[in-house]
C-alpha cells in the first residue's frame, strides 16, 4: 500500500486554474495506476482523471476532458492534476487515490489508497 496526501487546494475564481500535488511514500508506487476523484456536498464522489504506472495512458471524466491534465513523476513519487478553466460546478473535495493491482478501471472501489482531500472552491 501507499501513503497519498494532498496539496493545492484552495479558493480560485472562475475561469482559473490551480494546480493540485498528491505526494506518495512507499517503494512500489510507480507500480500504481493514481487516480483523482471528487465529492461535491451533497453529491457522490467522482471520477476526475486516472494515468497508468507509467504516466504513457491517460483518461478524463467528459466534464473536465480538454479543462484538465493529470501527470506524475515516478522519481519524486508524485501525482498532479492541472486544472484550468475552472467552473464553480468544480468545487469539490478532490482527492488522489492508488489503483488496485492488474486494473483499468474508473470506479471508486478498485481504488484501494485514498488521501485525506484538497478542498477546491471556485466563485462565480
Known amino acids: 500500500q501507499v501513503q497519498l496526501v494532498e496539496s493545492g487546494g484552495g479558493l480560485v475564481q472562475a475561469g482559473g486554474s490551480l494546480r493540485l500535488s498528491c505526494a506518495a511514500s512507499g517503494r512500489t508506487f510507480s507500480s500504481y495506476a493514481m487516480g483523482w476523484f471528487r465529492q461535491a456536498p451533497g453529491k457522490e464522489r467522482e471520477f476526475v482523471a486516472r494515468?497508468?504506472?507509467?504516466?504513457?495512458?491517460?483518461y478524463y471524466a467528459d466534464s473536465v476532458k480538454g479543462r484538465f491534465a493529470i501527470s506524475r513523476d515516478n522519481a519524486k513519487n508524485m501525482v498532479y492534476l492541472q486544472m484550468n478553466s475552472l467552473k464553480p460546478e468544480d468545487t469539490a473535495v478532490y482527492y488522489c487515490?492508488?489503483?488496485?493491482?492488474?486494473?483499468?478501471?474508473?470506479?471508486?472501489?478498485?481504488?484501494?489508497?485514498w488521501g485525506q482531500g484538497t478542498q477546491v472552491t471556485v466563485s462565480s
Open positions: 494515468i497508468n504506472w507509467s504516466g504513457g495512458s491517460t
Open positions: 487515490a492508488a489503483q488496485f493491482p492488474d486494473l483499468i478501471s474508473t470506479m471508486d472501489l478498485d481504488f484501494g489508497s
